[in-house]
C-alpha cells in the first residue's frame, strides 16, 4: 500500500468517527488533514515528516473550523430566587445553598450578616460558581 491510501483511509475513518461520536470537530480535523497529507505525500517523502506535517494541518484545520462550535454560555438566575443554607454562611465568607435541586458555594450580599443554616435565602446573583444570596428574614 502507498502512504497516500494509506493516509486516505485515516481520513475516511476519522471522518466516519466523527459521524458515529461527535467531539466538536476534532476528528474531523484530523481527517481533512489525513486528506491533505495524503495529496501532499507525494511531494514529502518520510513518515516522521508526513505524520508532522498531519499534526500541524491538524493544529490548522481545527483552529478554522473552531468558530462552527457553538458557545455555550452559563444559564442566567431566576429574579429573586429561593434557596435554603445547608450550611451558615459566616459574615464575608461563603457557605452552601441548595438552589434548584443543586448544592451551591454562596455569600451573603451583606457582609456583615451571618445567615444560620437551614434558613430560606433569596439568591439575587451569580458570579462564578457562586450564589450571592440575601436572608429570607430582612425582608419581614
Known amino acids: 500500500m502507498t502512504p497516500a491510501l494509506i493516509w486516505v483511509i485515516v481520513g475516511v475513518v476519522l471522518c466516519l468517527m466523527e459521524l458515529l461520536l461527535p467531539t466538536a470537530f476534532i476528528e474531523s480535523a484530523f481527517g481533512i488533514s489525513a486528506f491533505a497529507v495524503a495529496i501532499l505525500s507525494f511531494v514529502v517523502k518520510g513518515t516522521?515528516?508526513?505524520?508532522?506535517?498531519?499534526?500541524?494541518?491538524?493544529?490548522?484545520?481545527?483552529?478554522?473550523?473552531?468558530?462552527?462550535?457553538?458557545?455555550?454560555?452559563?444559564?442566567?438566575?431566576?429574579?429573586?430566587?429561593?434557596?435554603?443554607?445547608?450550611?451558615?454562611?459566616?459574615?464575608?465568607?461563603?457557605?452552601?445553598?441548595?438552589?434548584d435541586g443543586n448544592s451551591w458555594q454562596a455569600r451573603c450580599e451583606d457582609h456583615e450578616v451571618s445567615i444560620p443554616s437551614d434558613q430560606e435565602v433569596f439568591v439575587v446573583e451569580r458570579k462564578g460558581n457562586t450564589l450571592i444570596v440575601i436572608p429570607l428574614s430582612s425582608f419581614q
Open 48 to 99: 516522521n515528516y508526513q505524520i508532522a506535517l498531519w499534526m500541524v494541518l491538524s493544529l490548522l484545520v481545527f483552529w478554522a473550523l473552531k468558530r462552527f462550535i457553538p458557545n455555550h454560555t452559563a444559564p442566567t438566575l431566576k429574579e429573586a430566587t429561593e434557596a435554603r443554607t445547608t450550611t451558615a454562611i459566616l459574615p464575608g465568607q461563603t457557605g452552601r445553598v441548595i438552589y
